[in-house]
Nanobody, 126 residues
Framework: QVQLVESGGGLVQAGGSLRLSCAAS????????MGWFRQAPGKEREFVAA????????YYADFGKGRFTISRDNAKSSVYLQMNSLKPEDTAVYYC???????????????????WGQGTQVTVSS
């Protein structure tokens, strides 16, 4: 079993930055690919970014390209999401998720994630 705990959310003004962290615990057989998702009130959960087990591959939703950066530190069993130039529409609960293998097959938006964190609230004011 793998447990994921997010932190780093909060209230920030438009144009500001936040760095989210996801700490993993529990026994694992390998370093899986990891993803960030978000869900705003009244909206479906949507994909934000993903990173392969080694950290060599990354993938972003269009709205995050040029603003968001996903990274990981396997020695610390952690994954991060640096968010810059935040907009009010970025307001959502952000979730960390662990995949089922080291690298997604084709598109990390559509593949299986085995574990999910409880989420951290990000609120961007205008």
């Amino acid at each position: 079993q793998v447990q994921l705990v997010e932190s780093g959310g909060g209230l920030v003004q438009a144009g500001g930055s936040l760095r989210l962290s996801c700490a993993a615990s529990g026994r694992t057989f390998s370093s899986p690919f990891m993803g960030w998702f978000r869900q705003a009130p009244g909206k479906e959960r949507e994909f934000v970014a993903a990173i392969s087990g080694s950290g060599a591959r990354t993938y972003y939703a269009d709205f995050g390209k040029g603003r968001f950066t996903i990274s990981r530190d396997n020695a610390k069993s952690s994954v991060y999401l640096q968010m810059n130039s935040l907009k009010p529409e970025d307001t959502a609960v952000y979730y960390c998720a662990a995949g089922s293998s080291s690298l997604w097959g084709t598109n990390p938006r559509d593949t299986k994630y085995n574990y999910w964190g409880q989420g951290t609230q990000v609120t961007v004011s205008s």
